[in-house]
Each structure stands twice: as C-alpha cells, then as structure tokens.
C-alpha cells in the first residue's frame, strides 16, 4: 500500500529536523515558536487593557510567569519530539505500533 503525500512530507521534514539535540528542538519549538508569543500577545494586550500597578504586574509576570512558560514550553517541545519519533518510527517500520 502507497503512503500518503503528507507522511513522505513529513518523514522528509522530520529526518532533516532529528539531526537536531532532543532540548534544542524543545527549546526552539516549544518555548521560541509557541510560548514566548503567547506570553507577549497576552502581555500587549493586558497593557492596552490597562494596568493598575504596573512594577507589581512586571515583577509577577517576570519572575513567576516566565519560569512557568519555559517549562510548559520544554515540555511541549518535549512531548512533541516523542510524538513525532514515534510516527517517524512507525512509518519507517521500525515500530510495530500503528498510529
């Protein structure tokens, strides 16, 4: 049976993009592509929202928020690697589990 165009997309992408560290691609996907953006667009908008105390939001959002970000972002990353081997796996034949 022929696989779709989208898994030889995808195996092609994923080949080039294994070569990277497990933590680097964590770090570059999860916490550069998804995580920081979503904390800037809510802070932007929290700001044209207005804010009352402004050195206690920076202080909450720099030094509780960021630490939360990164790791959620690591492990996204993360998770999103460990899927990504196992479809890789699978449609290599290197795993006998189906998708």
Do not use: H
Not at 49 to 71: A, E, F, H, S, T
């Amino acid at each position: 049976m022929t696989q779709p165009k989208n898994d030889f997309a995808f195996l092609r992408k994923w080949e080039k993009e294994r070569k990277e560290n497990k933590w680097r691609f964590s770090f570059r996907i999860g916490i550069i592509q998804y995580t920081l953006p979503i904390m800037i667009l809510v802070t932007v908008y929290d700001f044209l929202k207005g804010i009352d105390n402004i050195d206690q939001y920076l202080w909450i959002r720099i030094y509780m928020g960021l630490p939360v970000c990164i790791l959620i972002g690591l492990l996204a990353g993360w998770f999103m690697w460990s899927n990504n081997e196992k479809r890789y796996k699978a449609l290599k034949g290197q795993d006998n589990k189906k998708l």
